[in-house]
Every structure is written in C-alpha cells, then in structure tokens.
C-alpha cells in the first residue's frame, strides 16, 4: 500500500506561480510512474505531466514552457513547479503513484488561478 499526499495548492493572481508536491509513503520498493493530473470543474481529468523511473517525461500540450516536473527519489517526492498560470489552469491536482501495476492516487490539491 503506498498514500501520496499532496500539497501546495491554493489561490493565486493569473501569471502567479505555485509549486506542488506529493509525498508518498507506505509499502514503496519501486515506483515507477509520478504524474500529475487535474481535473477542472464540469471537465474529465486530464494528464499534466508525469515522469517515469527512467528519463521519460511528458507534458500537456498547454502546460509546456510553463510547467516543470521533477522528482526526489530519496524523498519519494515529486514536484510541480507551476509558472505563468492561466484561469485555464484551475482544478483540482491529483498525484498518481504506480507501483508493480497498481496506481495509487491522492486526495488532490485545489488549484484556484483568478483573472
């Protein structure tokens, strides 16, 4: 079993920046996805970006140059760094773990950006 928990949400001026972070903890021997996901009100969730054990890492289309992705892994950690936000991005981030096949998934953080 692994709990990520996350943090560093909340309410910012558009062209602002936030960092979030999710911490895992638990049963952890090899963790091989981190990512990001959000969903915004009356919409499905979305990948932001995610990073795998190796080098891979991917992006949404509308968060590159702005958004940056980095992991900790002594720390079990993996980092947002959001900059430049739009309205756009407002939602809920969730972090998703993924463990020998199993995805684990956070509470989420609210992300509220205003004009």
């Known amino acids: 079993q692994v709990q990520p928990v996350e943090s560093g949400g909340g309410l910012v001026q558009a062209g602002g920046s936030l960092r979030l972070s999710c911490a895992a903890s638990?049963?952890?021997?090899?963790?091989?996805?981190m990512g990001w996901y959000r969903q915004a009100p009356g919409k499905q969730r979305e990948l932001v970006a995610a990073?795998?054990?190796?080098?891979?890492?991917n992006y949404a289309d509308s968060v590159k140059g702005r958004f940056t992705i980095s992991r900790d892994n002594t720390k079990n950690t993996v980092f947002l760094q959001m900059d430049s936000l739009e309205p756009a991005d407002t939602g809920v981030y969730y972090c998703?773990?993924?463990?020998?096949?199993?995805?684990?998934w956070g509470q989420g953080t609210r992300v509220t950006v205003s004009s």
């Open positions: 998703r773990l993924r463990q020998v096949g199993v995805d684990y």
């Open positions: 638990g049963s952890i021997s090899s963790i091989t996805l």
């Open positions: 990073i795998t054990s190796g080098v891979a890492i």
